[in-house]
């Protein structure tokens, strides 16, 4: 955790992960104010905006900037079902155990999108550190949620001549359970949290952020408080 | 250069590199079709675009894109000269030489954002490689134009583990005389570029890069045909 006091960049989509995420974070000492940082990436599920400015609010960040890159959803839509106007987001039983490493919902480099910005502008504006919820053990396997991942872009980001910013990923080696059970012990309310990538009124249950979501819960031997 | 001849994406901005670039990529046999990408991030010399529509279609690009994401412009403004409504461009000779690793025109971790959104667009429509025309002998130096840049941007990409995309740079180690040089024997029209940083009515003539331009056209003995 920085200690020069002069802020810090968070991601929050308004999941589980960057919920408890930002949340922990505020809880460290001298980290000079928390700016979160949300996206708008033409993804289905976009009401996890508004649960994204509800916990950056119950965090007690600076501010919440929601960036505005939906234009970028029709250009990658054939590349992945998590994007408005792409084909169906599947049941999880229905994914082949052989696309779990890299499955329909897998946004085409997102994370690298997503952090490139966020470190711009954590730079511009003097601040070293970028906080994300990455965590490996995701139901599914995605490439930009590994440490490995996470080493390779701060590779890339410590050529900078001047203030190198550094990406965060505390909970890059827990699972989504421990995750869930951390937010209980912050006081995280988890009624405002959004997973379900299908985005309709009421979470599906069936897709793979939900079944992974439901399990993580059951793990701790806690309700989850949104409908389904 | 792919052999694949599912296509590649060409990043062209209208300045000189990149535009020499897409005629040089142009000649290569097999790469299947060039996506021309350009970005507008809310810089001055915006006019650029223009001049990059020109060059794409001067080399028989099967689509050229201009992706806008000029609201990162208000957002970085403070971390650069180059984007409009930020502080002045100076003029190179006013730059002291201790600024000249990471100087005021450099924009914050613009080129990961670039090639991250190229690499993300490739990615999704199958294409394999994306070229940019990064050249390290900069008058300026910027960290993210050089070859271990370069190597480190693509061990991040090659994580992915279905088809991994290539960030290419023939021109990483050529100067910029080198590549005027070459840009006259491919039949480039350098009247249809645009370097100047303050994006005026005509090229100032002062700014760095108006100045490494002009020594760049002098050093190989040919005439820049465009007004100052």
Partial sequence: MSTHGQGIVVLVSGGVDSSVLVHYVAREPGHGGIHAVSFNYGQRHSRELVCAAYQAKAAGAVEHKILDISFLGPLLREGSVLLAGGNAVPDLKDVPDRE?????????????????????????????????????????????????????????????????????????????AEIVGMGFELGVDFSHTWSCYRGEETACGTCPTCVERLNAFKAVGMEDPIEY
């Fill in 100 to 176: 779990r490493t890299q499955p329909p919902t897998y946004v085409p480099n997102r994370n690298m999108m997503l952090l490139s910005m966020a470190a711009a502008y954590a730079e511009a504006h003097g601040m070293r550190e970028v906080y994300y919820g990455a965590q490996a053990q995701d139901e599914y396997g995605y490439w930009d949620c590994t440490r490995e991942f996470l080493e390779r872009i701060n590779a890339v980001l410590a050529l900078n001549r001047k203030e190198a910013v550094q990406i965060c990923a505390p909970f890059v080696d827990k699972s989504k």
